[in-house]
């Protein structure tokens, strides 16, 4: 080979390699332009109960939740929030640990019973999990006061599966058939603070977990659109997943999300099997199907607005103002996730 010959050679070479160098180390559009991050932490969690009193001592005498507030809300900012006329609701806000759950029962404009059929894999499914420091102390606690069982008993979560190993979990379910799901986190897993010595067997709420169809879909709401990030995420399965779930052959792809601050959102996708239900198109905030994670943010008008251009289901039609009173003077909305799962947009 002549030497300008060699010397166009070993240039193509060189410029071979540059290009392929930048393909693999140029970053993509979306890690040049992160999401902007609209929402700010997940504030809490909300569901629909029939009767206040009977929820109110079921969380604070058997899962040791602390009342701080207690509250009725009626007129036409609340209608417009909720998508309910004529609604007037009692509204209990409790506290375990650092989180907070919030119920709420329609005085008025009472909607429909919660269904007795509902399975684990249900696409309206969803749950809080509440960390425990004692497993066999809390479960013992849990058939003492005689909960209605969706888990045959606590399982452990096994060692082939790296990012579950060691977890131990349990299903059930609150007066009016809300899942729950208590959970102790092995040494190396879990936030640190769920480790620290205490007194206390109920700890507080780690997470929510919400069916999905799609993880897909799902990560383009809530990391792409709101911009929470996420920190984790398996694939589950086996006997000890299906006893837990108590769906046979359950197989579970699970992505973990977080904001800046709160408990995190848990995203369930059954890759088997795929015969769970949609979320009821018809359903309404005061039907006992209802849950609502709450989230605050500085502007409730950008997320409106970011929710109303990507077309996703918007339960009040506009942002409204809470007057001064039980509630405090805020900024709110409710919309759905592509699944149906409603979110109550805050204002911080």
Do not use: C
Not at 126 to 139: G, L, S, T
Not at 190 to 204: A, E, K, M, Q, T
Request: proline share 7%.
């Amino acid at each position: 080979m002549t030497p300008p010959a060699l010397r166009r050679t070993v240039a193509l070479i060189l410029l071979a390699a540059w290009a392929a160098f930048g393909l693999r180390h140029t970053p993509s559009q979306a890690q040049q332009e992160p999401a902007r991050t609209l929402v700010h932490d997940v504030a809490g969690v909300g569901m629909t109960v029939g009767d206040m009193d009977r929820a109110v001592d079921f969380y604070s005498k058997v899962l040791f939740f602390e009342k701080v507030s207690d509250v009725e809300v009626a007129g036409d900012a609340f209608e417009r929030l909720q998508g309910i006329f004529g609604a007037r609701a009692r509204i209990v806000t409790l506290r375990l640990g650092d989180e907070r759950l919030e119920l709420t029962e329609y005085l008025a404009s009472r909607g429909r019973p919660a269904l007795a059929d509902a399975r684990s894999n249900d696409r309206w499914f969803q749950h809080v999990a509440i960390v425990v420091n004692d497993m066999e102390q809390a479960y013992l606690w849990l058939r003492r006061h005689g909960v209605q069982y969706v888990s045959p008993s606590p399982q452990r979560l096994p060692d082939w599966n790296p990012n579950a190993a060691g977890i131990r979990a349990f299903y059930f379910r609150d007066p009016d058939g809300h899942a729950l799901e208590i959970l102790q986190f092995p040494p190396d897993k879990g936030d640190p603070r769920w480790h620290r010595p205490s007194d206390r067997v109920f700890l507080g709420i780690d997470h929510t977990a919400i069916v999905v169809g799609d993880t897909a879909a799902s990560l383009g709401f809530y990391r792409d659109v709101l911009g929470m990030r996420v920190v984790g995420g398996s694939e589950n399965h086996g006997p000890e997943q299906e006893r837990l779930n108590n769906v046979f052959g359950a197989r579970l792809r699970i992505t973990t999300l977080r904001a800046t601050a709160g408990p995190a959102v848990e995203l369930l996708e059954y890759l088997t099997p795929r015969d769970g239900r949609p979320y009821p198109v018809d359903a309404r905030a005061n039907d006992l199907v209802h849950w609502h994670t709450i989230v605050a943010t500085s502007s409730p008008e950008a997320v409106y607005r970011a929710l109303l251009a990507g077309r996703y289901p918007l339960v009040s039609p506009r942002v409204v103002t809470l007057p001064d009173g039980p509630l405090g003077s805020r900024e709110a909305f409710l919309a759905r996730d592509p699944d149906g799962h409603a979110l109550q947009f805050r204002s911080r």
